[in-house]
């Protein structure tokens, strides 16, 4: 019976083990996509910026 204890315990730490590897990884492609999706924004906002920035540029020189 002591063997038979041991194994049922070892399958269920095995078991958890396994089944927490998983969660991690699914978490870690979740923030992934997350953060990919913030850096597309913070791209797009840094080249809505620079156009901004050249426009000004352009009236400033415009205006002199």
């Known amino acids: 019976m002591e063997w038979v204890q041991f ?9 958890l083990f396994i089944w927490n590897r998983a969660e991690a990884r699914a978490d870690s492609r979740h923030m992934d996509a997350k953060l990919e999706g ?3 924004l913070m791209n797009a906002i840094h080249e809505e910026v620079r156009d901004f920035h050249t426009r000004l540029c352009i ?3 415009r205006r002199k």
């Open 38 to 40: 913030q850096r597309n």
């Open 7 to 15: 194994i049922i315990f070892f399958i269920g730490v095995f078991g």
């Open 59 to 61: 009236i400033e020189e």
